[in-house]
């Protein structure tokens, strides 16, 4: 009986998770019911998946409910970028991305947010306005955490298309190229995902970082204040 009401409570919660991200109020997703229900578990770490949910869920300055996450605790010959609508249970996108040049090589193992480090930064940011630049279209990212990223626009780390980020490098270099810190995409899917997620939406990059959750103010510890 007791196993019974267990299952049901989960169901009950799973449901009306559904219910209000559909209705877009502000139930919380929950990211386990959603992880399975999307059938993720050959295509994204739970863990990181987890992390990703648990900043969306804090994180109230965002708009649409689409989610962007890059894994970089996988390898650059590996697509580890995903564009995810929460509201429609369906991944948009499963792209290539590149690393900063400073950050390693086929991993990306070193982040940064100082000026000039040429390594890439972890954690939350949202999606702004776009732009022509000598990087071609171009998408403005706002990093929202303190001391982690939020040097993002200092350092002119945005979202652009390149073409040492298409895999056709992967055969030649044995990796992708490297930016100067930005999440660079293959000039093939670039603007379609730039346009997906403009305006508002919220990016997070992962990494092998252990200092990370405990600097983060939505990951980590349950009980840490959302500071937006």
Do not use: Q
Request: aromatic share 10%; hydrophobic share 35%; proline share 3%.
């Amino acid at each position: 009986m007791r196993v019974l009401f267990v299952v049901l409570m989960i169901g009950c919660f799973c449901w009306g998770t559904r219910l209000g991200v559909a209705a877009g109020r502000s139930l919380p997703v929950n990211s386990r019911c959603l992880y399975h229900e999307m059938g993720l578990e050959e295509t994204i770490d739970y863990d990181v998946f987890e992390r990703a949910i648990d900043g969306y869920n804090r994180i109230d300055a965002k708009k649409k409910d689409i989610l962007t996450l890059i894994d970089f605790t996988k390898p650059s010959t590996e697509k580890r970028l995903y564009v995810i609508d929460l509201k429609l249970k369906k991944v948009l996108f499963v792209s290539y991305v590149s690393h900063g040049r400073n950050s390693g090589e086929n991993y990306a193992t070193s982040f940064s947010n100082r000026e000039g480090s040429y390594k890439s930064s972890l954690g939350f940011f949202k999606t702004e306005n776009t732009y022509y630049g000598k990087n071609g279209y171009s998408l403005v990212l706002d990093g929202l955490e303190k001391g982690i990223n939020d040097r993002a626009k200092d350092r002119a780390i945005v979202m652009h298309g390149a073409a040492y980020a298409d895999p056709s490098t992967i055969r030649s270099c044995g990796r992708l190229g490297r930016s100067l810190g930005c999440p660079a995409l293959p000039l093939a899917v670039c603007k379609k995902i730039i346009d997906t997620i403009k305006g508002g939406t919220l990016l997070y990059i992962h990494g092998d970082d252990k200092t990370y959750a405990s600097r983060s103010a939505f990951v980590g510890e349950k009980d840490k204040p959302t500071t937006l």
